[in-house]
């Protein structure tokens, strides 16, 4: 097994059981005791879990915001819609943006006005949201179905001949030393296309994201032009996280 895919295995059972042992997981996956151990301290670093002796508990009462991607994700809506509120202030009739897949950024097609407007994302929550708004210009890639998000080399493939005005991005983690990160490998691609084609990138992602990383990175910091959080993310570490042309915006 990929330590990446061992990595995966350890969060589930952890998230499952609320406590590993090193012994316990060392026989589950047939390595040695010090490779659980040399996992754990990864896992630890990227803040997803606390270790302890013998083992490992979660990280705190945020551990499950490291969770991937699920249908739907309805926690800590309050600081999500103060986000969309905030990104809204972006978005101009006529523009062409794009939607990456999230609960966040559902909240932001949420309220999304009916009017002349290109909208392109691979969501099929975002899809159903917009759907009835006839002025809007709903652009989809094709793909298979993955939970609510349509993938696959061809929708990569297409995405990035496209001329996107402004891209609002999810994101599972953001940290200073590993970037933006998810746990599906399957998205790294399309998040990439998605960034090779835009002008102008905004992460979307609440307070809980921050300083927490997921196993895989898609993009560095300096790839990104504005992060829009909630107000639940204070101000030295907001000024933490501002680099070059990277800024943050707190939404209030």
């Known amino acids: 097994m ?3 895919a061992r990595h995966q295995a350890i969060l589930d059972l952890l998230l499952q059981d609320g406590a590993v042992q090193v012994s316990l997981l060392s026989e ?3 390595v040695t005791p010090k490779t659980i151990r040399e996992d754990l301290e990864r896992l630890e670093e990227k803040g997803l879990l606390r270790r302890t002796h013998g083992g490992a508990v979660p990280a705190g009462d945020e551990a499950d915001a490291m969770l991937p991607l699920q249908i739907p994700d309805t926690k800590r809506l309050a600081e999500k819609e103060a986000i969309a509120e905030a990104a809204l202030r972006y978005i101009r009739q006529d523009d062409i943006i794009a ?3 999230g609960s966040t950024t559902l909240e932001i097609a ?3 006005p009916n009017e002349p407007l290109t909208v392109l994302t691979n969501d099929l929550l975002i899809m159903r949201e917009l759907i009835g708004k006839e002025r809007i210009r709903l652009v989809v890639p094709g793909g298979y179905r993955q939970r609510n998000v349509l993938i696959g080399n061809e929708a990569v493939d297409w995405i990035g001949k496209l001329n996107v005005q402004k891209l609002f991005l999810s994101t599972t983690g953001i940290h200073e030393k590993f970037g933006l990160t998810v746990f599906t490998g399957e998205l790294i691609e399309l998040k990439k296309a998605y960034m090779a084609g835009a002008k102008e990138i905004y992460c979307v992602a609440d307070h809980a994201k921050f300083d927490r990383a997921a196993l895989l990175t898609f993009a560095a910091l300096d790839d990104i032009h504005t992060i829009i959080t909630d107000a639940g993310l ?3 570490a907001a000024r ?3 680099r070059g042309s990277l800024t943050i915006e707190r939404a209030i």
């Open 2 to 4: 990929l330590a990446a």
């Open 28 to 30: 589950r996956f047939g």
């Open 99 to 101: 939607l990456d897949a």
């Open 110 to 112: 949420k309220r999304l």
């Open 234 to 236: 204070d101000i030295e």
């Open 240 to 242: 933490r996280y501002e």
